[in-house]
Every structure is written in structure tokens, then in C-alpha cells.
């Protein structure tokens, strides 16, 4: 089965960095897009950013100029570089991949931005 097992949420100050990681394991060989979403109790799922098989790459508004999503395809894996970070980047990070026929979700980790 496919997992994705996500790592790099903790505690950082308003201003600083974080980098999040993706790995993904099972039968699926590539993915046609692998993506970060987040939430906040109460509110729907947000997207973040997308990276896609051939290298390109979109972001949400809320965090052009500050995020930067990158993958490798052969090893499955997918990072958000997370700068300038803001107290209202506080959620629950979520990895997504995206293969034909299926989507797949990693467990979430917690980003949390405050003094």
C-alpha cells in the first residue's frame, strides 16, 4: 500500500523558517502531482502549493514569495521550505500525492508560528 510519511512540523517563531519533508512508499511508481495542504479547526482544508511530475510548481497567494515547493520524482519525496513564517501559517500540514487513478494523504503534521 502507498504511505506518506511526513516530518519537519514544530514550533517556530513569527519570521523564522521551517522545511517540511514527504516521503512516499508503496507500489505506486510516480505520482502526477504531489501538493501540501493545510487546516485549522473549523475551517476547510487549504491548498498550498502543488509541484507536478515535469517540475512545475503553483502556490496559494498566502504564501507566494515565502513557500517554495520542490520534488524528486524518482525518490517520491516533496518538501515545503517554509520562510517568513506567520502566525496565521499556524495549521495542520498535510502531504498530498496524486497518482491515474488514486490520491493519497499523509497523517498531517503541526506547524505552529508564534512568540
Known amino acids: 500500500q502507498v504511505q506518506l510519511v511526513e516530518s519537519g512540523g514544530g514550533l517556530v517563531q513569527p519570521g523564522g523558517s521551517l522545511r517540511l519533508s514527504c516521503a512516499a512508499s508503496?507500489?505506486?511508481?510516480?505520482?502526477?502531482?504531489m501538493a501540501w495542504y493545510r487546516q485549522v479547526p473549523g475551517k476547510e482544508r487549504e491548498w498550498v502549493a502543488t509541484a507536478s511530475s515535469g517540475g512545475s510548481t503553483n502556490y496559494a497567494d498566502s504564501v507566494k514569495g515565502r513557500f517554495t515547493i520542490s520534488r524528486d520524482n524518482v525518490k517520491n519525496v516533496v518538501h515545503l521550505q517554509m520562510k517568513s513564517l506567520k502566525p496565521e501559517d499556524t495549521a495542520v500540514y498535510y502531504c498530498?500525492?496524486?497518482?491515474?487513478?488514486?490520491?493519497?494523504w499523509g497523517q498531517g503534521t503541526q506547524v505552529t508560528v508564534s512568540s
Open positions: 498530498n500525492a496524486a497518482a491515474v487513478l488514486h490520491q493519497y
Open positions: 508503496g507500489s505506486i511508481f510516480s505520482f502526477n502531482t
